[in-house]
């Protein structure tokens, strides 16, 4: 049977204070409270846009130009929006704890600006300003802030932006379906620089495709040579995706309890509750500095 313990600040910091080994797995609900869309549920980035029809290959594929302005947008808005109080508690306790690992699913670079050390960041779906080559014989990689990412995807005049007040670029709001978007043509979008023979594309991970081998290998080593973990923090995940929310089971295993922070009651840990767990209902920005102070 589950136990949820709703406000249990004070054993949840006793158990912290006895911690030497802490993961925590990220989603989207920790960046929502700095302004970003989330996927699924209300607000969420995809409402419009069914999530398997853009972010798959084969959504690329059929057309890369639409692809491209879905992703171009998010970069926009990621470079426009900040870390809140959550990224930067997270990455103070990285800084103080080296058995403290995080597992994101999150690209939009905003551990990273927190000042979250890279080598206890595992970013398992990629990032929005990773770009790489689309060809799969090809291992070209790049780091790249370009906003707008190239010329064809710099917005037309005059189309809805909604941070028509921000510094960097502009782009489309195309989360708004009845936002028009004029159609981008492969042969506008930049082509791979090292083999000339396909476009470039995000450096994210799509549905069916393998998370990043060093990235899984890295988390691999960490739960292996762990004799113990004590915790694992889930924060802001629907916990719908795998391998991602998967990580909850070998965390267990090594003896870890589950702490759950999510806005929604109904969102828990993959694999269900345990006695011990603890659930936090609320804003992750709120939440996780008065948890880890
Ligand atoms: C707040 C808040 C606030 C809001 N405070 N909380 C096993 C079973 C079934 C299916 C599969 C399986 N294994 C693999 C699959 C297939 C598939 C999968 O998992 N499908 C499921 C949907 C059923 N997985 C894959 O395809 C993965 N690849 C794979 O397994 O490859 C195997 C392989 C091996 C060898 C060769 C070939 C293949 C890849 C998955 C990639 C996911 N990609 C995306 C897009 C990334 C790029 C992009 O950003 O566009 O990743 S999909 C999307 O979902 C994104 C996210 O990282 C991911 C998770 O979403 P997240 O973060 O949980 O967000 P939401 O919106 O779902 O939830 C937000 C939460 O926040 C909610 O709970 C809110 O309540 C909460 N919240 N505001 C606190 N202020
Ligand atoms: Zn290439």
Redesign the pocket.
């Known amino acids: 049977a589950a136990t949820i313990n709703e406000q249990d600040v004070a054993s949840f910091h006793k158990h912290l204070r006895g911690s030497t080994h802490i993961l925590a797995l ?5 960046s ?2 700095s302004g970003l869309p ?4 209300a607000g ?2 995809w409402r419009t846009h069914d ?1 398997v029809s ?2 798959s290959p084969e959504a690329f594929e059929a057309d890369p130009g639409l692809v491209w302005q ?2 171009n947008y ?1 970069r926009h808005m990621a470079l426009n929006v900040n870390p809140n109080p959550a990224h930067y508690a997270l990455a103070e306790l990285a800084k103080r704890m080296p058995g403290f690992a995080t597992l994101s ?3 939009d670079g905003l551990s990273p600006r927190a000042g979250h050390p890279p080598e206890q960041l595992h970013l ?3 990032s ?1 300003f990773q770009i790489k080559c689309a060809s799969e014989r090809c291992d070209y990689v790049e780091t790249n802030f370009d906003d707008p990412f190239c010329e064809a995807l710099r917005p037309p005049e005059g189309i809805i932006d909604p941070t028509a007040n921000s510094v960097r670029g502009t782009a489309p709001d195309i989360s708004d379906a009845s936002v028009s978007l004029p159609s981008v043509p492969r042969s506008a979008l930049p082509s791979c620089p090292s083999c000339k023979s396909d476009v470039l594309r ?1 450096g ?8 990043p081998e060093d990235v899984l290998g890295a988390v691999d080593d960490y739960i292996n040579s762990a004799e113990k973990i004590d915790l694992i923090m889930v ?12 990580y909850v089971g070998p965390a267990r295993r090594k003896g870890a309890r589950v702490c759950v ?4 009651p109904n ?1 828990g840990p993959s694999g269900g509750w345990r006695k011990g767990d603890w659930m936090f209902t ?4 709120v ?1 996780v500095p008065k948890l880890l102070e």
């Open positions: 990220l989603g989207a609900g920790l929502a409270p989330t996927f699924r549920g969420g980035l999530a853009l972010a879905f992703y998010r699913q999150n690209v398992l779906h990629g929005l995000p994210v991970v799509w549905f069916g495709e393998p998370l924060i802001g995940t629907s916990s719908k995706v795998q391998p991602a929310a998967g922070i999510n806005m929604d969102d609320g804003d992750a920005a939440l």
